[in-house]
């Protein structure tokens, strides 16, 4: 058997593992151990001689510190009550429009995701603060529960942002520069969330009746004290970029701004810090499982040449280069049915980066075009987060939502998948839209 046969027997074995509810993590390293036992006929040396040091060798990098830093951050956030001011600020300043909570709402997803980089975890936040807000001034339960399961994907869209470090980790690219590069398309993404919300409610009034009009002076109060939230974010992003401070100072600066902050302003005390502190560690040894099963997973298909045939394959096919990345970016829809973010971009950078990389697109170089394509990649992962039947997000603000059905919060979901679609193709022929800020500030 050739080894691109292998390869592929390797992946279709994984899917069925998936559709069985196999961990991602146990299931990619199991497929990656069969790829070496089906190469060396069932000799077990190979597997036990990369297994040997690969622990060691892929949680020692120094880059993936700032996983647990950021998403300590986002804890913080979480339990400092760092999320309803941020959702109370723009509720003061758009809430008395129609569908102007709906909007603040997403607005507010943006702010958090801002300091999170989660998606879960910023669908789980401001589901928990927001949904009982819209459902008390009247909001259709399609429209309340579909706003916030497509806000919390901005969670990974605005940076800082836990899949973009991975894709960095993978591709060695800089994080700095790929933060930068989706500020834009996360700009674009709230925008077109907000256009959304105003024609649903146009179409539909009754679905997003407008609140009061809050006082100019509440309004600045409020303002006030999101600035800090700012300042922070601020800080990460413009450190990284700048060179002031590398990814992991960064983020250890503002985890720790933001659990004084959670503090200072929200309250926070021991029992939210040990909170903060355990809801960490589990997600990270979670994403750090995933990791080691990638790695597996990924040194497997490397001894099939699969990522290789296939990247020769594609060169010499004739493909146009644009019917490749079409087709790259139906494979991350579909995929986004059966895994998470984490674990598409882990399987699919490894096998998709080379061929992209070979690819004659728009006369980018290859950094522009690494950049490119990891916030194309990062934006088609948002996507399985939300589409229908397995989007994670659409369950997530199910269990909050007990009283809406979920074919109603699926059908809410589905007008800004639209969006999603259509910044998509923006993305793809208008490569400027992620690059110009990076080159503005290079």
């Known amino acids: 058997m050739s080894g691109m046969a292998i390869g592929l027997w390797v992946f279709a074995g994984l899917m069925v593992l998936l559709v069985f509810r196999v961990h991602v993590g146990v299931g990619m390293f199991f497929g990656g151990a069969a790829a070496f036992l089906m190469v060396n006929h069932g000799d077990f040396n190979a597997l036990l001689f990369t297994l040997n040091n690969l622990a060691y060798a892929r949680l020692s990098n120094y880059d993936l510190a700032v996983i647990p830093l950021f998403m300590l951050m986002g804890q913080f956030a979480t339990h400092g009550g760092l999320s309803r001011a941020l959702f109370r600020v723009t509720g003061n300043f758009i809430g008395h429009?129609?569908?102007?909570?709906?909007?603040?709402?997403?607005?507010?997803?943006?702010?958090?995701?801002?300091?999170?980089?989660s998606s879960l975890a910023t669908a789980a936040t401001m589901g928990q603060v927001a949904l009982p807000e819209l459902r008390a001034h009247g909001y259709s339960g399609r429209l309340a529960t579909g706003t916030l399961a497509a806000g919390g994907t901005l969670g990974i869209m605005i940076p800082p942002s836990i899949p973009l470090v991975i894709y960095a980790v993978l591709t060695q690219e800089s994080i700095?520069?790929?933060f930068m590069a989706a500020v834009i398309p996360g700009l674009l993404a709230v925008l077109g969330y907000m256009m959304v919300i105003r024609i649903l409610v146009t179409l539909n009034p009754a679905s997003g009746p407008a609140g009061p009009r809050v006082p100019w002076d509440q309004r600045m109060t409020s303002l006030?004290?999101?600035?800090?939230?700012?300042l922070v974010f601020l800080v990460v992003i413009v450190g990284i970029y700048g060179g002031w401070a590398n990814p992991t100072e960064a983020a250890s600066i503002g985890a720790a701004a933001?659990?004084?902050?959670?503090?200072?302003?929200?309250g926070m005390r021991w029992r939210g810090i040990r909170t903060s502190?355990?809801?960490?560690?589990?997600?990270?040894?979670?994403?750090?499982?995933?990791l080691l099963g990638a790695d597996v997973l990924n040194?497997?298909?490397?001894?099939?040449?699969?990522?290789?045939?296939?990247?020769?394959?594609?060169r010499d096919s004739g493909l146009p280069p644009l019917s490749v990345i079409i087709a790259i970016l139906l494979v991350y829809i579909l995929l986004g049915s059966v895994m998470d973010s984490l674990a598409?971009?882990?399987l699919t950078i490894p096998i998709f980066y080379p061929v992209v990389m070979g690819l004659d697109l728009w006369e980018l170089t290859a950094s522009d075009k690494s950049i490119w394509f990891g916030i194309l990649a990062l934006m088609v992962v948002e996507i399985g987060l939300v589409h229908p039947p397995l989007g994670m997000n659409l369950f997530i603000i199910q269990k909050l939502a007990k009283d809406v059905p979920y074919m109603e919060t699926a059908k809410g979901v589905l007008p800004f998948l639209a969006s999603d679609l259509i910044r998509i193709v923006l993305m793809v022929l208008f490569p400027s839209i992620s690059l110009w800020?990076?080159?503005?500030?290079?």
């Open 224 to 230: 006030v004290g999101v600035i800090p939230v700012l």
């Open 258 to 266: 933001c659990g004084v902050l959670a503090v200072l302003t929200g």
């Open 344 to 346: 598409m971009i882990l």
């Open 299 to 314: 040194a497997g298909l490397a001894i099939t040449q699969l990522p290789a045939e296939l990247a020769i394959w594609v």
């Open 437 to 442: 800020l990076v080159r503005s500030l290079g």
């Open 176 to 178: 700095g520069k790929l």
């Open 97 to 117: 429009f129609k569908g102007g909570l709906a909007m603040a709402a997403t607005g507010a997803c943006a702010g958090f995701g801002a300091i999170c980089g």
């Open 277 to 290: 502190i355990i809801g960490t560690a589990h997600a990270t040894a979670m994403i750090y499982l995933v």
